[in-house]
C-alpha cells in the first residue's frame, strides 16, 4: 500500500483514487494502523475535493467488509428493509415494519438511536417497557424466520469502520457530505442481508438535506449504491419542514404508532407509511406494482393484522403488551404542561418548524447531545394542532411531556417562538415528492 501521507497528499491535490487504495487504507484505519490524525486530514481532503461513485462505492465496499455481513439465505421470502435519512417525528419504521411483514415480506431491520434533533427507532422501541434490542445475530436471523419481522440495534461486529469513522467525522466538521453519508448508511444496510431496499430521504428544515437538490443527490448515491450492490432500491423523497404526525418523542411516538396500528387517520404520517409499504410490498414480490402494495397494506391495517404483528413482535422481544393494550396506562406519560393560543388570538397554524421543536423536544428530555446521554423515554411534544388547523382563543396547541418542570415556561416560549400563526390559512404541501429507481426520477 502506498504510505498513508502520500494518499492524503493526492487526494488533497485531486487525484482519485483506485478501489484497492481506498479498502488499504479502510482495512488499517480499522485495525488501528493508521492514527486518528491522519484519517482526519484525508476525510478533510476527500470532503474538500470530492469522490466519484466508484471511490463511494469502493468506501461502501471496504466498511461493509471490515464486518460481519450477515446471510439470511436460510430465511424464505424476499427480504426488504426501510431506512430514513432522519427527521422530527418520524415514528414510520414502528407501523411500517410489522406492517409489512404482516402483508409477506419479510423485514430485517436494524436501526440507530435518536442524536441531535432527531429521533432514532432504537429509542423508540426502548420506551416500551421491557423491549429488548440487544438481540445477537442467531436470534435476529431466527426471529425473522419464525416471525417475519426483527428490529435490533447495530452489533459491534456490523461495520466496525462506520462506527470509528463516524466518531472520527463528527469532531472534524466532515458528516455533512454525501459520499460519507452515502456510504455510512449503506454499509450498515447491506450488512443486515437485505433482498432490497427502501429509502425515505427526507428534505427541509428538520432533515440532514436542507434542499431539494442536496436531497435528490444523496437518493441518487445512495440507490446507485443499492443497485451496485445488486439490491433493487427504491428512494421516496419526502418533506421534513415540519413533524411528521403529532407526537414528537418516544413513547409519545410509540403511542401514536399504536393508534395507526389500529386504524387511526393521521393523514400525513399514514400517507407516508403506506407510500413506502407499497414499494416494500413491491419490491418483495407479493404486490403486482406499488400501487397494489398500498392496497395490501390498507387491508392489513383495517383487518387488524399489522397491529397483531406488533404485539407478537414487541412480546417475543421482550416487552410489556399490556401498554400497547391501554396505552394510557405507561407511567410518566401524563403531560406536565401545555401550550395554549395567545390570547385573543384566532386564525391558523402556518408553520411548525421541525428543526426547532426537534431541538425543544431534546431538551426536554427526548433526546441526547451526544451519544453517552441517556433519554428520557416517555419526554416529548404531542401536538394537538397542526399545519393548517383553525385556532380559536383558548386552544391547546400542544401538550408537554418532560421532567423538568422548573423550565416549563422557558418550553412554551420555545415552542411559540418554532410555530408561526397566521390569520389566514395557507396551502400545506404534500408530504411525498418524488420517487427514484433504477435511475429516473418520477413524481410520487
Ligand atoms: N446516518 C448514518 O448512518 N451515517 C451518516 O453519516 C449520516 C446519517
Redesign the pocket.
Known amino acids: 500500500m502506498r504510505a498513508v501521507i502520500d494518499l492524503i497528499y493526492a487526494k488533497r491535490e485531486g487525484e482519485t483514487l483506485g478501489r484497492e487504495t481506498i479498502e488499504h487504507l479502510i482495512e488499517a484505519y480499522t485495525a488501528d494502523e493508521v492514527p486518528d490524525y491522519q484519517m482526519s486530514a484525508f476525510l478533510m481532503a476527500a470532503f474538500l475535493q470530492g469522490l466519484d461513485a466508484d471511490e463511494t462505492a469502493a468506501l461502501t465496499h471496504a466498511m461493509l467488509y471490515s464486518g460481519e455481513v450477515l446471510d439470511l439465505a436460510e430465511v424464505a421470502g424476499v427480504k426488504v428493509d426501510k431506512h430514513s435519512?432522519?427527521g422530527v417525528g418520524d415514528k414510520v419504521s414502528l407501523i411500517l415494519a410489522p406492517l409489512v411483514a404482516a402483508c409477506g415480506v419479510p423485514v430485517p431491520m436494524i436501526s440507530?438511536r435518536s442524536l441531535g434533533h432527531s429521533g432514532g427507532t432504537l429509542d423508540k422501541l426502548e420506551s416500551i417497557p421491557g423491549f429488548r434490542t440487544d438481540l445477537d445475530t442467531q436470534q435476529y436471523r431466527q426471529q425473522l424466520a419464525d416471525l417475519g419481522v426483527v428490529m435490533i440495534g447495530q452489533t459491534a461486529e456490523i461495520a466496525p469502520a462506520?462506527r470509528k469513522l463516524?466518531a472520527l467525522?463528527d469532531v472534524t466538521a466532515t458528516?455533512e457530505f454525501i459520499p460519507?453519508?452515502?456510504?455510512?448508511?449503506m454499509s450498515?444496510k447491506l450488512a443486515e442481508g437485505i433482498d432490497a431496499l427502501v429509502l425515505d430521504v427526507k428534505v427541509g428544515k428538520g432533515a440532514?438535506m436542507k434542499t431539494e437538490a442536496q436531497a435528490r443527490k444523496l437518493a441518487e448515491t445512495l440507490a446507485g449504491i443499492g443497485e451496485d450492490f445488486g439490491k433493487p432500491t427504491v428512494a421516496l423523497l419526502t418533506d421534513m419542514n415540519t413533524p411528521l404526525g403529532y407526537a414528537i418523542g418516544n413513547w409519545p411516538e410509540v403511542e401514536e404508532s399504536i393508534a395507526c396500528l389500529k386504524g387511526a387517520d393521521v393523514p400525513d404520517l399514514m400517507e407516508v407509511t403506506y407510500a413506502l409499504a407499497g414499494e416494500m410490498l413491491w419490491l418483495g414480490g407479493v404486490a403486482d406494482s406499488p400501487e397494489a402494495g398500498i392496497a395490501q397494506a390498507q387491508s392489513a391495517i383495517a383487518s387488524g393484522a399489522a397491529f397483531e404483528k406488533f404485539v407478537e413482535l414487541v412480546e417475543v422481544q421482550g416487552g410489556d403488551v399490556n401498554m400497547l393494550h391501554h396505552p394510557g396506562q405507561r407511567p410518566g406519560r401524563e403531560p406536565a404542561g401545555e401550550v395554549v393560543a395567545p390570547d385573543g388570538f384566532e386564525g391558523y397554524i402556518t408553520d411548525l418548524d421541525a428543526l426547532a421543536l426537534g431541538q425543544l423536544s431534546t431538551r426536554m428530555g427526548s433526546g441526547r447531545a451526544t451519544s453517552a446521554d441517556a433519554v428520557d423515554p416517555t419526554a416529548g411534544i404531542t401536538l394537538v394542532k397542526h399545519l393548517g388547523d383553525p385556532v380559536q382563543p383558548d386552544d391547546t396547541l400542544a401538550h408537554l411531556h418532560t421532567r423538568h418542570v422548573a423550565q416549563l415556561d422557558a418550553y412554551r416560549q420555545a415552542f411559540m417562538e418554532a410555530i408561526t400563526l397566521g390569520e389566514e390559512a395557507e396551502p400545506v404541501s404534500p408530504r411525498l415528492r418524488d420517487r427514484y429507481y433504477r435511475g429516473a426520477w418520477q413524481s410520487a
Open positions: 435519512t432522519g440507530g462506520d463516524y467525522r458528516v460519507f453519508i452515502a456510504a455510512s448508511i450498515k440532514f
